[in-house]
């Protein structure tokens, strides 16, 4: 039986503004820091930015991951999210038979979100 | 001296989704039940959906607030939130001169997202 190595594929929109991707890069290289249970964390984007869905897959595959569990980073429920992440990612699954790739539920789904915002708005940083 | 009224003022992207647009009102809402030191709490959208950005903070205004702070609710700082969204509080700013209209920094910016994040991950929920 071979071992289980566990990725995480942090999915972003993707902006025309390098930084912002970049941001989101730094974003999983910090939760890679905290996050032991998972040896493998990337990230990738919807559209405009590279790596896409299926690339960022690919790289996790290529990394050796058992398992990809993709984080749909949005923070609400539109088309990206039901429609656009799901398709691309059913069609990817298709290719990597031995692989387990599920999908954790949208970010802005988290019900601690209204704590932060109140937290942010008191505190006003 | 006029008693301060704050206001909070919760800016998304919009969404052709309707159910997408709802889920940030239901968010505004939420927070409002939470965040007694703000006595009023709306949302509004930068594009596709209204209110609008003017439109938000004329509501707020027209509910007595003294203080518009404006949440962008946006995960990465793209051309939205570097751009777009100072730019129309800007314009709107000169309008109301009496009304003291600030910005946080958007939410993705906020330190306890690894934190969130990890949790997501770990706990697979």
Same mark, same amino acid.
């Given at each position: 039986m071979n071992k289980i190595r566990k990725s =995480? =594929? $942090?999915v972003a929109h993707g902006s025309r &503004? &390098?930084?912002s991707n @970049?941001? $989101?890069h730094q974003l999983a290289n910090n939760i890679s820091m905290k996050l032991k249970s998972f040896p493998i964390v990337e990230a990738c984007f919807l559209? @405009?930015?590279e790596p896409s869905i299926p690339q960022g897959i690919e790289i996790c595959v290529q990394k050796g991951a058992s398992e990809v569990l993709i984080m749909p980073y949005f923070l609400a429920a539109g088309r990206?999210? @039901?429609e656009d992440i799901p398709n691309i990612v059913d069609n990817e699954r298709v290719k990597y038979p031995g692989i387990a790739i599920t999908s954790l539920p949208y970010f802005g789904s988290s019900p601690v979100i209204v704590d932060i915002l109140k937290s942010l708005a008191e505190n006003n940083i």
């Open positions: =995480l =594929l $942090i &503004k &390098k930084v @970049i941001e $989101i559209e @405009i930015a990206h999210v @039901i």
